[in-house]
C-alpha cells in the first residue's frame, strides 16, 4: 500500500503560478511511476504529468505543455507539479497517483490515488 497526500492548491489569477506537492508513504517511493491528474466539475479526471520512477522521463498532456513542470524528489518521497502561466480552464480537482511501474501514462493503470486538491484560476 502507498498513502498519498497533495498540499498546495489554491486559488490563483490568470497566469500565476502554483507549486502542488504529493507526499508518499507506505512503500519504496523510486519504486513507482508518478503521475499527476485533474478532473474538473461535470468532466472525467484527465491527464495532465507523468514522471518515471528515476526521474528521468516525463510527459505532459499538451494542453499543460511548456508551462507544467513535473518532477520528483525520492529522498524526500515527494513528486512535485510547478504550475505557470495558469488559465482559468486549469481550474480542478488536482490528484497524484503512483504505481509500481516505471512509468504509466494511462489513468487506469494507476493503483494508488491521493485525495485531490483543489486549484481555481480566476480570470
Known amino acids: 500500500q502507498v498513502q498519498l497526500v497533495e498540499f498546495g492548491g489554491g486559488l490563483v489569477q490568470t497566469g500565476g503560478s502554483l507549486r502542488l506537492s504529493c507526499a508518499a508513504s507506505g512503500r519504496t517511493f523510486s519504486n513507482y511511476a508518478m503521475g499527476w491528474f485533474r478532473q474538473a466539475p461535470g468532466k472525467e479526471r484527465e491527464f495532465v504529468a507523468a514522471?518515471?520512477?528515476?526521474?528521468?522521463?516525463?510527459y505532459y498532456a499538451d494542453s499543460v505543455k511548456g508551462r507544467f513542470i513535473i518532477s520528483r524528489d525520492n529522498a524526500e518521497n515527494t513528486v512535485y507539479l510547478q504550475m505557470n502561466s495558469l488559465k482559468p480552464e486549469d481550474t480542478a480537482v488536482y490528484y497524484c497517483a503512483a504505481d509500481p511501474k516505471e512509468l504509466v501514462l494511462h489513468r487506469n493503470e494507476y493503483d494508488y490515488w491521493g485525495q485531490g486538491t483543489q486549484v481555481t484560476v480566476s480570470s
Open positions: 514522471i518515471s520512477w528515476s526521474g528521468g522521463s516525463t
